[in-house]
Nanobody, 126 residues
Framework: QFKLVESGGGLVQPGGSLKLACAAE????????FGWFRQVTGKEREGISC????????TYADSVKGRFTVSRDNFENTVYLQMNNLKPEDTAVYFC???????????????????WGRGTQVAVSS
């Protein structure tokens, strides 16, 4: 049973930072590819980052490259998304998702992911 629980969202001023957590329950996170996505109401879900299950390769969308960092803590069984220099356009609900096969590589298509968390709201505003 794959269960994902996101946390760490909130309200932050432009230029601020937040660290989102995606806690994996019921499985060992280190063997699986995790994606971070975000969605603004009325818009399509956007893939923003991923860490692979094979070699922990990381990928980023151009919109967050250089500002966001994805990582995995095997002891905590948690995947993190460190978000720095946040902008108002980063405001969205953020989701983590996992591909359910061992050692999957990253994929930017949300259809490649099998299990999803419920999301955490991030608001960037002065």
């Amino acid at each position: 049973q794959f269960k994902l629980v996101e946390s760490g969202g909130g309200l932050v001023q432009p230029g601020g930072s937040l660290k989102l957590a995606c806690a994996a329950e019921g499985f060992d996170a280190r063997f699986y590819a995790f994606g971070w996505f975000r969605q603004v109401t009325g818009k399509e879900r956007e893939g923003i980052s991923c860490i692979s299950g094979s070699d922990s390769e990381t990928t980023y969308a151009d919109s967050v490259k250089g500002r966001f960092t994805v990582s995995r803590d095997n002891f905590e069984n948690t995947v993190y998304l460190q978000m720095n220099n946040l902008k108002p356009e980063d405001t969205a609900v953020y989701f983590c998702a996992v591909r359910s096969l061992f050692f999957n590589r990253c994929d930017s298509d949300e259809k490649a992911y099998d299990y999803w968390g419920r999301g955490t709201q991030v608001a960037v505003s002065s």
